[in-house]
């Protein structure tokens, strides 16, 4: 069979970065995508991405499950999301990566548009989200999003933390644990890439595993954050569900108070609660995300 040229667009949220691929089109199941995935994300030696973002059509309301079904009012989705990590396997939400995705969707005329924005609604593993995109390519893209729920103070690990940090864990659309050190020198300072893999693996978060977060508060409204991905099994640069983990963690302890800014190594994001009763949902995440280039590559069935 000869090979199949694949188009995709290569795009980043706070340097978060990923292989976006128009799935209507290709209609690669989750096996090919995740070798995809694993073929074509390695630095150096691929296109080079934290993973790789699919856009489905959406799917039918029977498929969509009980609770969705139920929710007459809900407005029918415009696509499906799929995310791969760079290691090929499945991930349930990517924050960076349904920005992204929802920039490429408005793009590709999907979505509703409005005065100065465009807004989706989509499917996802971890469920149902909308989108804001403005028209303006540079504009922070808002993500509203679920609260984040199953908080746990003090997480008892298996592990021990030669560090010392006190652990909690949030359900922010997949798995993570944050903790807070108590200045941004500690912070910059911590080796997260040996730290982190022992605490991702430990036993408290089987099977799936967690995303492991170090903050540090800088004032009421203010936070500095660090994340190492699993599926990516190293610190990246941003991750849109680490920085709910971590705004949600902070409100729990109380050391962050409405409106929140979090700043990572490679953007800056608004979070939190909905100042708005209207919202179309409780929290939001307000981040950049843009397409660098777009390309082909060879694959083979």
Known sequence: MPDLIVSFTKMEGAENDFIVVDNRFF?????????????????RRGVGADGVLALHPPESASAQGDAEDRASTAPVPDFRMR?????????????????????????????SPQQDRTRLTFSTDA???TA??????????RLWVPEPSRYTAHVTLQTADSAGFDWHQVWSGTEHIVAFADATD????????TLAPPLRHDDAFAPEGTNVNLAAVIDAHTARMR???????????ACG????????????QETLTPPITIHTSGGTFQVGPASDDKAPAPWHLDGPARAVYEGTLKWTP
Do not use: I
């Open 27 to 43: 209609h690669f199941s989750d096996a090919e995508l995740q070798a995809l995935a694993r073929r074509w994300c390695p630095r």
């Open 83 to 111: 995310y791969v990590n760079a290691d090929g396997s499945m991930a349930t939400m990517c924050g960076n990566g349904a920005r992204c995705l929802a920039r490429f969707a408005a793009n590709a005329g999907l979505g």
């Open 127 to 129: 469920g149902r989200y």
């Open 132 to 141: 804001d995109v403005p028209n303006d390519p540079n504009a922070p893209v």
């Open 186 to 193: 500690a912070l910059n300072e911590a080796p997260l890439e």
């Open 227 to 237: 994340t190492y991905e699993k599926g990516v099994e190293a610190e990246t640069a």
């Open 241 to 252: 569900t680490g920085v709910l983990a971590v705004a949600a963690a902070a409100l729990q």
